[in-house]
């Protein structure tokens, strides 16, 4: 094995555990395609990224961040669904971002290239999963009393709307860190897949985290090493490496 | 600094949705230590009136909570899906980082004294939340408004969907909970015999308030009039129970 593989593996498995870990959340919060909207909206952030020459993770962090402040506003401030607004966004990020992207870059910026990870990538994206662990790690339980009774979170002076802040924001580093990897149409794919594996196969908080971080790193260790030996594009690999981990879990479901 | 008599002084409280009014000119005191039932039909306000003192919705009047007031708010039900990936040590866990503590916790409501039941005990804890029928997952709410010992417990309709045993141990627990020193009870109930057992006051509620005192006093044909409707019989052995089945028209 090669030092750049080790390297891209290193890093895959990072974004791997922090979208695992992350996105159990999101799916007992029903709202994994949030994640995956979001991750639509890092397009424009690219592209805009790409042609004044910046780091295209920065550029994509900045477009979500932003989205993530008018997703949460909106929720607070309309009578609209989350979900809805969501819907709003993507599409609009999505057009304007195909619109802004430069064609040579468009398939790298919708689908990832693994071969373009630098070495600055792979400190920020360690950077990332230690912020995102960090913080996670200490808002997880308001969250989750939040996700089984918002009224019984308020009760106990929780501010969830400053937590789903939080979480949003959380969520929007991952998609960044994730983008360069897979591409801004496949970064959800990561955020639900294996949380909603591991949900399949838990009884407690515990394992159900544990095991969504672990196929989060699984599938993206696998499906490098697979993409390499078959010379396949990654992004698809990792992804479809994810889903076989899902629908194996069938077999195994606790009732 | 003299200790307040009032645990929680509400004067003028109104609540309204959408220019829609839900409580009008509510005010009634809560002596510490004392027990309140708050009674009324189905869209009285009630739960209304409890999420506005546990300040969960805006509202104008006042709602005062004595400084030491420390509140365990039991809500009427929880939809917990199936498949959530929750025990209950994780759920209480939320709130209480000691496992003593659970433990004493979930004793106090009786989990340990059933030895024969399925999920006694430790048992109880490995439980997924999801599969807790509807009188254990009630007593798991109870025990988790205890943690952190509140001084105040607010119940939202304790026995709402339990059968009738979940229902008498639920309410031999507040019976039980009554004798400890300096804990409030405050609990909604559209039984009107669970109200003359164990509360001290009564707050009758429709919309505005109709009556407010002990129960002898203020459960009077009149007032259940007032409050249900002239469809409210009372029954023999003094037992009052607002009009609901059929087989009971022999009675009045």
């Known amino acids: ?255 | 600094m003299e200790p307040k008599p009032n645990i929680l002084t509400v004067s003028g409280l109104r609540v309204e949705f959408d220019n829609h009014v839900i409580l009008e000119d509510i005010g009634f005191e809560v002596v510490r230590d004392d027990t309140l039932a708050i009674i009324g039909p189905n869209g009285a306000g009630k739960s209304v009136l409890f999420r506005a003192l546990l300040g969960l919705i805006p509202f104008t009047g006042k709602v005062e909570w004595a400084e030491d007031a420390k509140i365990g708010y039991v809500p009427q039900k929880l939809a917990v899906a199936k498949d959530l990936p929750l025990t209950v040590n994780d759920f209480f866990h939320f709130k209480e980082k000691k496992q003593a503590k659970i433990y004493e916790v979930i004793r106090s409501v009786g989990f340990l004294e059933q030895a024969k039941h399925l999920h006694n005990d430790k048992r109880v804890l490995n439980t997924r939340m999801g599969d807790l029928s509807g009188g254990e997952l009630q007593r798991v709410l109870i025990a988790y408004a205890l943690l952190g010992k509140p001084n105040v417990l607010l119940f939202d309709e304790p026995t709402a969907g339990i059968d009738v045993t979940g229902e008498e141990t639920i309410y031999d627990l507040i019976h039980k909970l009554q004798a400890e020193d300096d804990l409030t009870i405050i609990f909604i109930s559209h039984e009107l015999q669970v109200v003359n057992h164990y509360a001290n006051n009564v707050l009758c509620l429709n919309k505005e308030k109709i009556s407010f005192g002990p129960p002898m006093t203020v459960v009077s044909r009149e007032t259940l009039a007032k409050l249900y409707g002239e469809d409210v019989h009372l029954h023999k052995h003094e037992e009052l129970t607002p009009h609901k089945h059929p087989e009971e028209h022999n009675h009045g």
């Open chain 1, 1 to 255: 094995m090669d030092n750049n593989l080790i390297f891209l593996l290193l890093v895959g498995a990072l974004v791997g555990a922090a979208s695992g870990y992350l996105g159990s959340f999101m799916v007992l919060k029903r709202m994994s395609l949030v994640g995956d909207a979001l991750s639509h909206v890092a397009l424009p952030g690219i592209a805009v990224a790409l042609t004044i020459g910046a780091n295209p993770i920065l550029g994509a962090l900045v477009a979500l961040v932003i989205a993530t402040f008018g997703i949460w506003y909106l929720s607070d401030h309309s009578e609209v669904y989350p979900e809805a607004l969501v819907g709003v966004f993507f599409t609009a990020s999505l057009s304007i971002g195909l619109l802004l992207t430069p064609e040579p870059d468009l398939l790298e910026a919708l689908f990832g290239n693994i071969d373009e990870i630098s070495m600055l990538d792979g400190v920020m994206v360690l950077a990332g999963t230690l912020a995102i662990f960090t913080v996670t790690a200490a808002i997880s339980k308001k969250l989750l009393l939040g996700v089984v009774s918002e009224d019984l979170a308020k009760s106990q002076k929780v501010n969830i709307s400053k937590i789903n802040l939080i979480y949003l924001l959380l969520v929007a580093v991952v998609v960044a860190l994730g983008v360069k990897f897979l591409g801004t149409l496949l970064t959800g794919a990561m955020v639900i897949v294996p949380a909603v594996t591991a949900k399949q196969l838990s009884k407690s908080l515990k394992s159900y985290h544990l095991l969504s971080l672990g196929f989060g790193i699984a599938s993206a260790v696998l499906g490098i090493l697979l993409a390499r030996n078959f010379g396949i594009a990654s992004g698809p690999a990792v992804v479809l490496t994810s889903i076989a981990f899902f629908i194996a879990s069938h077999f195994f479901r606790k009732k």
